[in-house]
């Protein structure tokens, strides 16, 4: 994959994955439950429903996102009834994440749609040699490195 054609190619292809995983984020999932939420606070949902008792500060670690952009995640979940705050029992100052009944139902679905998901992918991968996931991960987060020091404009 030399020629700069291939690259730009896979460039392209790249950025039509990108943009499919895009819309799919900003379609409202119920899962019939309500209010309607996003791709992205439903993953906000699973993150704290993985992580017992995470605080805002280990969620956006985790998500690889900004400390502020959790924390508006987390107000509107709250708002909508999917997750609670509360301070942590062994300080005054930390208040950690917990799902509610309505969170917890959003996490077991989820969860059952991931294990749909999972037993497809693996079905992919079954045509690429081994040690192929290995490679993708790699190469991912070199991606994410370059992203990360793309020069300003």
Request: include cysteine; glycine fraction near 4%.
């Amino acid at each position: 994959m030399e020629k700069a054609t291939d690259m730009d190619q896979l460039c392209e292809l790249f950025l039509q994955t990108i943009n499919q995983y895009t819309l799919l984020e900003k379609r409202t999932h119920t899962y019939d439950i309500e209010p309607k939420i996003y791709l992205a606070e439903i993953h906000t949902i699973v993150a704290i429903g993985a992580h017992e008792n995470i605080n805002v500060t280990s969620l956006a670690k985790l998500q690889g996102t900004s400390k502020s952009a959790v924390s508006q995640a987390v107000s509107k979940l709250v708002k909508k009834g999917f997750i609670d705050k509360k301070v942590a029992p062994d300080t005054d100052n930390e208040v950690i994440l917990l799902l509610t009944e309505k969170g917890k139902q959003v996490f077991d679905l989820h969860e059952k749609q991931h294990a749909w998901l999972r037993t497809q992918l693996v079905s992919i991968f079954q045509k690429y040699p081994q040690g192929t996931i290995e490679i993708l991960s790699s190469l991912a987060i070199d991606i994410q490195s370059v992203w990360e020091n793309i020069p300003e404009a």
